[in-house]
């Protein structure tokens, strides 16, 4: 099976990383000439995943009709971007691995529900879980989920891509696998306030825990299963991305719990912070599910510019109720 992949940011770069294993031929689309370039001349994507040493199978490229001979494209534009792009491509069909994590802001559509509605012929699958970019370029044990409806192509895929230090697990629960991802990336800036104002470790502990009650009950509310959710792509992305500052979202939310603005912190950034983009969606999206997520609801607060004090107090001073779900 001949693999494209669309996007050339830290994951894309990673995720061709991956499918080059065996050096099988991979072609890398590139928005930025210059990473085109570096790629093809140093094998090395020196902007967006420096200092891998990238396989010489990996061809990079500019032109997205360069992907029209290949047999299934992974796809791993930041979420904002996918709809504009996946327009913009010859897709005739084939099917698409979406590799992006978040919700498009305006439409309020999952990344499944744009591939579709842009290229209603394709298959979709989703890639999702706990994945750090330069651990999986470094070759370092990871697994993930690979959710397909079609459960043969799922089988395929998982065994054009698998290797001894990545394993994808089945699963057809694909809006489960992508819930679970957008909503990691908004509980991972909560996470990373807490660290920021120094409010320790039971904080962050609890943020998790009640983090994932949202995500259950709003993933359950638009279908999905909660075994997906406590699964990698769910549980399993939130423990990683609310425990390492080698995490944009984390790391944008430590800036805000030190007081620092979002806009400062967003502002000429080359690398994708999902989670700012999809929390004033998801608070939407929630709320045409009648399902409350204060956690989320205090990120969007943060990203707006409420003083933390005030977030913090709101969160806090909700009235006590029952653990459960
Ligand atoms: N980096 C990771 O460790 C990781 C792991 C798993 C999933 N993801 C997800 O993968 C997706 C891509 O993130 P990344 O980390 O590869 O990106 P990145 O932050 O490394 O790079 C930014 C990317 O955005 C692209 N971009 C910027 N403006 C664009 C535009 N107008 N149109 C199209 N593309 C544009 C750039 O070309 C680049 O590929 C995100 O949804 C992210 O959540 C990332
Ligand atoms: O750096 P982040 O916060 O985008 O997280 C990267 C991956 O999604 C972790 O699985």
Redesign the pocket.
Known sequence: MKLGVI????????LAQVAARGDSPVTLW???SE?VDAINARHENS???PGVALSPTIRATDRLSDLDDLDALLV???????G??LGETKVAGRPLIL????IEAGSKRL?SEVAADAHPDSPLAVL??P??????AAGLPTAVTLACADEALARRLSDRIASATFRPYASNDVVGAEIG?AVK?VLAIACGVVEGAGLSLNARASLIARGFAEMTRFGMARGARQETLAGLAGLG?LVLTCSST????FSLGVGLGQGIAAEALLSD??????GAATAPVLREAARDAGVEMPIAQAVCDLLGGAPLDAVMDALLQRPLRPEGV
């Open positions: 996007g050339a940011g830290a994951w894309g770069t990673a590139a928005r930025e990473v902007i967006f995943l791993v534009v930041p979420t904002q971007h996918i504009a792009v590799c992006a994590k978040g990344v999702s879980g994945t750090f970019a330069h651990e999986v991802g990336n992305d080698s995490s944009r979202n950034r080359k690398t994708v912070a999902e």
